[in-house]
Every structure is written in structure tokens, then in C-alpha cells.
């Protein structure tokens, strides 16, 4: 997904969330800002550990953090 979104997208700049390359869903073109599915980043951290523990870091450590106005979207897709 990360590629054809480079590929459309060429001229425009996203912020990445490091390691949930294989999580990402979309674009919301307003900010060009990158969706991303929760649960499949929660099942790229359970590869590191429990699912507890990817539920705290995700929430903690990566869904929690603002990086400006290109900060990613979290869908939580799962609840």
C-alpha cells in the first residue's frame, strides 16, 4: 500500500509510523496524513510480544504521540 500511495502521491510528504508499513489503509487528503489499521499494528508488535503488552506500547508509544499536523491516523478497526 505504501507504494502505490508514493507512487499517486508522488509530490507530497507523509509521516511514517517506523515498523507498520504492512499497516497502513489510506490517505486523508486534506493533510495527506496516513491511516493506519490498530489492529494490524497490534499484530505487528504481537510478533515481539504479548498481546497485552503490544495493546499498553501501541497506546502508550505510538497512537499517543502528536508529531505535528502530519501525525498519522489510528483507525481502530477491531473494537
Do not use: H
Not at 510528504?13 to 486534506?30: C, H, M, R, S, T
Not at 497485552?52 to 508529531?67: C, D, I, K, P, W
Request: glycine share 6%; hydrophobic share 45%.
Amino acid at each position: 500500500m505504501i507504494n502505490q500511495i508514493i507512487d499517486q502521491y508522488s509530490e507530497d510528504e507523509f509521516l511514517k509510523a517506523d515498523g507498520f508499513d504492512d499497516a497502513i489503509i489510506g490517505v486523508e487528503q486534506d493533510e495527506m496524513r496516513l491511516i493506519y489499521s490498530v489492529s494490524k499494528c497490534i499484530a505487528v508488535l504481537e510478533k515481539e510480544m504479548s498481546q497485552e503488552e503490544a495493546m499498553e506500547f501501541f497506546t502508550f508509544n505510538v497512537s499517543g504521540a502528536y508529531l505535528g499536523k502530519k501525525t498519522p491516523i489510528w483507525c481502530w478497526d477491531f473494537l
